[in-house]
């Protein structure tokens, strides 16, 4: 019986011989920072470059899994903003149902996840308040202008907040979303929690990286079965 583990290991090892040395290395490099102990969760995001701003931060700290909650809006993509980030991030899309929201919200419990809110509350802690040591958490984005859906308030595990000095309430969705990732990520990584992937995971994502990198990757991964199998 093929082991599941080890045949990525060996898929890896052998979709790296059709890459460069340079670009090897980069990918291995990347993948020992990437994380899901912290998840992304965007619900209703019906500006595209506000959208591709945030896949653009997440990319850049390290965050692998982005959940896009579609009920109003479909969720796009502007490429001149996203830069590319998206072709290296796991995305997993909720737009079957009427309302993909309170589904969500049981998908990523069932997984383990804290489901926070980034809104204003009652209960709320300042973000450098937050504990990121309690468990992995998911960190809820809303619409532009409502901004998160009662449903995620009612359901929220806990309740986050930027401290904001100014007139205005509330900060555009993509600096909003920059400014929670990039101090939650930088307290994740400076702790002593286990934020990193399994090699199982790793490997997983480096097949994707490789097949979208590499020319004919599926002929090369359909051969690479056939030897591989006949050796089992």
């Known amino acids: 019986m093929i082991d599941s583990n ?55 700290l390290g965050i692998q899994d982005i959940h896009i909650i579609e009920n109003a809006y479909k969720y796009h993509i502007n490429k001149d903003i996203a830069l590319g980030s998206s072709k290296w991030l796991s995305f997993y899309d909720h737009r079957e149902l009427e309302n993909n929201t309170l589904a969500t919200i049981k998908h990523l419990h069932e997984k383990g996840y ?24 998911a960190v809820f984005f809303g619409s532009e202008v409502p901004g998160l859906t009662q449903l995620v308030l009612d359901n929220a595990d806990e309740f986050i907040k930027i401290p904001m000095y100014g007139f205005t309430e509330s900060f555009n969705i993509s600096v909003s979303a920059g400014i929670i990732l990039n101090q939650l990520s930088d307290k994740v990584r400076k702790s002593e929690i286990n934020w990193q992937l399994s090699e199982n995971e790793k490997n997983e994502i480096l097949i994707d990286w490789f097949t979208k990198t590499i020319k004919s990757s599926k002929l090369i991964i359909s051969e690479f079965n056939k030897k591989y199998q006949k050796n089992d």
């Not at 489901?115 to 709320?124: G, R």
């Open 114 to 137: 804290r489901i926070v809110a980034t809104t204003p509350h009652k209960k709320d802690v300042e973000l450098e308040d937050f504990d990121v040591e309690k468990g992995k958490f």
């Open 6 to 60: 080890e045949y990525k290991k060996v898929l890896v090892e052998h979709l790296s011989e059709f890459v460069l040395e340079e670009r090897k290395n980069l990918f291995l490099k990347i993948i020992n920072n990437r994380t899901r102990y912290l998840t992304v969760v965007l619900e209703d995001l019906f500006q595209e470059h506000n959208a591709s701003a945030v896949l653009r931060t997440c990319d850049i």
